[in-house]
C-alpha cells in the first residue's frame, strides 16, 4: 500500500517538461480582419448575402447589418461572444435543416469555423470604409412612415364642388375622364345617411318631413340631428368593438361568460356620443386606470383568455405569450395599422419592425393579467354618498332620544368591503395595524388608498408594501398580493401572529389622501380572520405617525355581521312614535342606497402586476431567452426614453402618450381611413389594417393627409370628420350606376 502510495506521489511531481508531455495552451493569435475574415465571408457568404442579394435580409459586406441580423431577429455577431453569433451557429450547422453555406462544396473547414469564432471571442474588429453619415440606420421610406402633410386642396371651381373633399375627389375624377353621378333623391339619401350614422332605418315621417323640408340647410340639420342621436355611439361601438375583438365570454373549449365585461362596451359608446377627443379616447385605452377612466384598459384584455392552464410549464408559458401577443397584435391594428404581430418569431418580413422592438412592446405589457378588478366611484356616485352621509346625520340625532343605550355611530365591520373616510390629509406612508381579530389570524385581501378617484396603493404605480409578518409556506398568501389589485381569498396576506399584525404601504410619492377600502375577501367565500379592532395611521416622514381612522367609532363586531344601534319606541309620547319610526325607516332606506353605491364596482379591465424582466425569444420559443429587452417602441419611429425598472403604469402610459402624439405619422391616417371605409364600404387604403408594405397604396394620398391633418387641427374630433365626408357632395350622388361610366376605366375606383 504505501509502495502505491509512493508512485502516485512521483506521478504528480514528474516534472511538466518531461517527454510526451503536452505544451500548455497558447493564447490565440490576432485575426486580422482584411486579410483573414474578409476574404472569407467574399467567398463563402457574399453570394447570397453580400451587396447584391440579401436572402432573409441578412447582410454581411456591412458591420451593422450583421450586428442587426436578418429575418430571424438573432444578431450574426455579438461582439466578443461567438457562441451567441448566430453567424457561428449557422456554419457550424447547429441546426442541421439551416446549415450554411447551403451547398456542401461551399462548406466551412473546421479551420476556417476556428478562425471566423477567435475573430468574434476577439471583438469582432471591423473597420469600416463607410462614413458617418452611411453608418447610419437605413431610412425608412415607406409613405406611412412619413410625417402627414397638410396639402392645399386643388383650386378647382365647379357648381358641383360643397368642401375640400370633393375638390381631391374631382379632380381624380377629371384625370380619369370621368364625372360624377347625379345628387340622391331626398328619400334616397335620408335612408342612407339613417343607415351609414345611426345602423337604423328612416322612418316614413322622418322620410316625408325630409322631402317637404324647403330649407337650403335641410341635410346639414338632418345630419347634426343624427350624429346628435344616442344611437350614434352604439353605431360607432359596433365598429370599434369588432375591431378591438370584443367579447363577453373568454373563448376556447370553457368560453366562460364575463359578467362584468359590459363597463368597456358603454365607455365606447359614451365617448363616441361625447366625440371625445381620439388621442384621449386611444390613452384611455390603455392606461385609464391613470386617467379616470379605469374601465377603458378592458381593451387590452378583450380578446381571447385560455382559462384551463397547462400542468406542463412550457405550454403555460406558451398561453402566456398568446395572451401578450393578442394585446400587442390588437394595439398595432387597431390604432397604427401595423401587423406588430408578425414580429413575434422573428424581424417582420416587409416593414422595419424588428423582433426586438415585439419584445419591447411585450415589455410594456409584461405586468397586464386578465380578470376582474374593482374599480372607484363616480364623480355622482360620490357627491350622493356626501348628501346621504349628511341626510343620515340629521336622522341620527333624531333618533337619539330613542336609544337604548349609546352605541357607536358606524356599522360593525365585515368580510366583503369596509370604507374608511376622512378629512383630506398628506400621507407618504399608511400603516393597517390590527389589534383583533374573530378568528386567528389576521387577512387582507386588499387594501385600497385613495387621493381624490384614484388608487394610489397598487403596485403598479410604484407602491410598495411591508407587513410585520407574514404565514410561511402558503404562495396565495403573501405581503404583495394585499396591493396588487386583484381580490379574493386566493391574493391575500395572513399575519403570521394569532389576532394580530400590521400592514405599511408606502406610496411612490406623497399624496393628499381622503379614503382607504379593505377587505378580508371581496369574493364573500370566506368571513374568518376579520380585522375587527384595528387602527390605521399616516405619515409623512417615517415613524411620525397621526391617526385617521379606527374601530373605536363602529358598532362592535356581532356574527351576523352589520349591526345597527338598538331603538326603544315603547317608552315615547304616542305623538312620537310615528315621527321616529318613519326617521328610521328613511335611515335604513339611506343605509340601503349607500351601501349599493358603495359596493365594489367591478369591471373585466385586467390586472396589473409588477413586471418581470422581459427576454428575446429566438422564433418565439418561452424556452429559448436571449438578451433582456427594455420597454420601448418601434425603433424606426420613435424611443420611449424608459428605464428598465420603470413601473407598470408607466410604461402603458408612455406608450399612449407616444401613439397618440400628433407627430406620430399613423394614427390619425389610420383613424380617418376607417372613418371613410365606414361611408363608402373601402378605404383610401383599402387594407385598413395594414398601413405597411405588404398593404395597399392610398388611392387618395393628399387626400388621406388633408382629412388626417383636419383630425388633429379640430382637437381629434370624429365628429367633426364625419361631417365632412357626410356633407360632401362625394358623399351625396345618387348610386345608381351610368352605363357609361361602367365601361370606362377605372370607375370602380372612382364611383362611390
Given at each position: 500500500m504505501k509502495a502505491r502510495t509512493f508512485l502516485i506521489v512521483v506521478l504528480f511531481a514528474w516534472p511538466h517538461n518531461a517527454a510526451g508531455d503536452q505544451p500548455p495552451p497558447q493564447p490565440a493569435q490576432p485575426v486580422e480582419f482584411t486579410s483573414q475574415i474578409l476574404p472569407l465571408l467574399q467567398t463563402k457568404c457574399w453570394d447570397c448575402h453580400g451587396p447584391e442579394t440579401q436572402e432573409s435580409h441578412l447582410r454581411l459586406d456591412r458591420r451593422e447589418a450583421a450586428l442587426q441580423g436578418g429575418n430571424s431577429g438573432e444578431p450574426a455577431l455579438v461582439p466578443g461572444k461567438a457562441n451567441l453569433s448566430h453567424l457561428i451557429q449557422l456554419v457550424r450547422g447547429e441546426d442541421p435543416q439551416r446549415r450554411m453555406p447551403p451547398d456542401k462544396s461551399d462548406r466551412l473547414t473546421a479551420a476556417e469555423i476556428q478562425l471566423l469564432t477567435e475573430w468574434i471571442d476577439q471583438g469582432a474588429d471591423w473597420p469600416s470604409n463607410r462614413s458617418a453619415q452611411e453608418q447610419r440606420r437605413e431610412p425608412v421610406n415607406h409613405w406611412s412612415f412619413q410625417p402627414p402633410q397638410s396639402p392645399i386642396p386643388p383650386a378647382i371651381n365647379d357648381p358641383w364642388v360643397v368642401n375640400e373633399i370633393d375638390r381631391f375627389v374631382l379632380q381624380g375624377l377629371r384625370a380619369r375622364s370621368l364625372e360624377p353621378n347625379p345628387p340622391a333623391s331626398r328619400a334616397e339619401l335620408a335612408r342612407r345617411l339613417s343607415l351609414d350614422i345611426l345602423g337604423l332605418p328612416s322612418s316614413p315621417e322622418s322620410i316625408q318631413s325630409f322631402q317637404s323640408d324647403s330649407n337650403p340647410r335641410a341635410t346639414q340639420l338632418l345630419i347634426e340631428r343624427l350624429l346628435a342621436s344616442p344611437h350614434f355611439g352604439e353605431r360607432q361601438a359596433s365598429y370599434w368593438l369588432d375591431l378591438v375583438r370584443f367579447a363577453e365570454t373568454n373563448g376556447y373549449e370553457t368560453?366562460?361568460?364575463?359578467?362584468?365585461?359590459?363597463?368597456?362596451?358603454?365607455?365606447?359608446?359614451?365617448?363616441?356620443?361625447?366625440?371625445?377627443?381620439?388621442?384621449?379616447?386611444?390613452?384611455?385605452?390603455?392606461?385609464?386606470?391613470?386617467?379616470?377612466?379605469?374601465?377603458?384598459?378592458?381593451?387590452?384584455?378583450?380578446?381571447?383568455?385560455?382559462?384551463?392552464?397547462?400542468?406542463?410549464?412550457?405550454?403555460?408559458?406558451?398561453?402566456?405569450?398568446?395572451?401578450?401577443?393578442?394585446?400587442?397584435?390588437?394595439?398595432?391594428?387597431?390604432?397604427?395599422?401595423?401587423?406588430?404581430?408578425?414580429?413575434?418569431?422573428?424581424?417582420?418580413?416587409?416593414?422595419?419592425?424588428?423582433?426586438?422592438?415585439?419584445?419591447?412592446?411585450?415589455?410594456?405589457?409584461?405586468?397586464?393579467?386578465?380578470?376582474?378588478?374593482?374599480?372607484?366611484?363616480?364623480?355622482?356616485?360620490?357627491?350622493?354618498?356626501?348628501?346621504?352621509?349628511?341626510?343620515?346625520?340629521?336622522?341620527?340625532?333624531?333618533?337619539?332620544?330613542?336609544?337604548?343605550?349609546?352605541?357607536?355611530?358606524?356599522?360593525?365591520?365585515?368580510?366583503?368591503?369596509?370604507?374608511?373616510?376622512?378629512a383630506s390629509v398628506p400621507a407618504r406612508f399608511i400603516r393597517f395595524t390590527v389589534l383583533a381579530t374573530n378568528s386567528s389570524e389576521p387577512c387582507l385581501d386588499e387594501i385600497e388608498i385613495f387621493s381624490d378617484s384614484t388608487n394610489v396603493a397598487l403596485a403598479s404605480v410604484g407602491a410598495k408594501a411591508t407587513c410585520s409578518s407574514a404565514l410561511p409556506g402558503h404562495a396565495i398568501h403573501r405581503i404583495e398580493h394585499v396591493h396588487d389589485g386583484r381580490f379574493g381569498n386566493s391574493y391575500s396576506w395572513i399575519s403570521n401572529e394569532q389576532g394580530r399584525g400590521w400592514i405599511q404601504i408606502e406610496l411612490a410619492k406623497t399624496a393628499p389622501i381622503q379614503r382607504i377600502r379593505w377587505s378580508r375577501d371581496r369574493e364573500g367565500l370566506y368571513s374568518d380572520r376579520i380585522a375587527t379592532e384595528y387602527r390605521i395611521e399616516a405619515a409623512v416622514e417615517p415613524n411620525q405617525w397621526f391617526t385617521v381612522a379606527s374601530s373605536a367609532d363602529r358598532v362592535p363586531w356581532s356574527n351576523g355581521g352589520r349591526t345597527e344601534p338598538e331603538y326603544d319606541f315603547a317608552a315615547a309620547p304616542p305623538s312620537e312614535v310615528k315621527q321616529g319610526r318613519d326617521a328610521l325607516d328613511e335611515f335604513r332606506r339611506?343605509?340601503?342606497?349607500?351601501?349599493?353605491?358603495?359596493?365594489?364596482?367591478?369591471?373585466?379591465?385586467?390586472?396589473?402586476?409588477?413586471?418581470?424582466?422581459?427576454?428575446?425569444l429566438f422564433r418565439g420559443d418561452p424556452a429559448a431567452q436571449r438578451e433582456i429587452v427594455s420597454p420601448d417602441t418601434l425603433s424606426a419611429l420613435g424611443k420611449l426614453s424608459l428605464a428598465g425598472d420603470s413601473t407598470e403604469q408607466t410604461r402603458r402610459a408612455a406608450l399612449a402618450d407616444w401613439i397618440a402624439a400628433p407627430n406620430n405619422p399613423l394614427t390619425a391616417r389610420v383613424i380617418v381611413n376607417r372613418i371613410w371605409q365606414q361611408h363608402f364600404g373601402t378605404g383610401i387604403v383599402a387594407t385598413a389594417s395594414d398601413f405597411g408594405a405588404a398593404g395597399t397604396r392610398p388611392t387618395h394620398p393628399e387626400l388621406l393627409d388633408w382629412l388626417a391633418s383636419q383630425l388633429i387641427q379640430h382637437r381629434w374630433s370624429l365628429k367633426h370628420i364625419h361631417r365632412l365626408i357626410l356633407n360632401s357632395a362625394t358623399y351625396q350622388p345618387s348610386s345608381r350606376p351610368r352605363p357609361a361610366a361602367l365601361s370606362a376605366e377605372g370607375a370602380t375606383t372612382w364611383l362611390w
Open positions: 368560453n366562460r361568460e364575463r359578467p362584468q365585461a359590459w363597463p368597456y362596451r358603454d365607455f365606447v359608446i359614451r365617448s363616441f356620443n361625447e366625440d371625445k377627443p381620439y388621442d384621449r379616447f386611444v390613452k384611455e385605452q390603455l392606461a385609464g386606470d391613470a386617467m379616470g377612466a379605469p374601465e377603458a384598459t378592458a381593451f387590452l384584455v378583450a380578446g381571447p383568455y385560455d382559462l384551463v392552464k397547462s400542468p406542463d410549464i412550457n405550454l403555460t408559458r406558451m398561453q402566456r405569450q398568446n395572451e401578450l401577443d393578442d394585446m400587442i397584435a390588437t394595439t398595432g391594428t387597431a390604432f397604427l395599422g401595423l401587423t406588430i404581430g408578425c414580429a413575434r418569431c422573428h424581424n417582420h418580413k416587409f416593414d422595419p419592425i424588428r423582433q426586438t422592438d415585439y419584445y419591447a412592446w411585450q415589455a410594456i405589457f409584461a405586468g397586464v393579467q386578465h380578470g376582474d378588478r374593482t374599480i372607484s366611484l363616480t364623480k355622482e356616485a360620490e357627491q350622493e354618498i356626501a348628501r346621504l352621509v349628511e341626510r343620515q346625520a340629521s336622522l341620527r340625532e333624531a333618533l337619539r332620544p330613542f336609544l337604548k343605550r349609546p352605541l357607536a355611530s358606524r356599522p360593525s365591520v365585515n368580510a366583503r368591503d369596509n370604507e374608511e373616510r376622512f339611506i343605509e340601503q342606497r349607500k351601501l349599493a353605491l358603495q359596493a365594489s364596482t367591478t369591471v373585466y379591465a385586467g390586472t396589473f402586476q409588477p413586471p418581470g424582466p422581459t427576454h428575446r
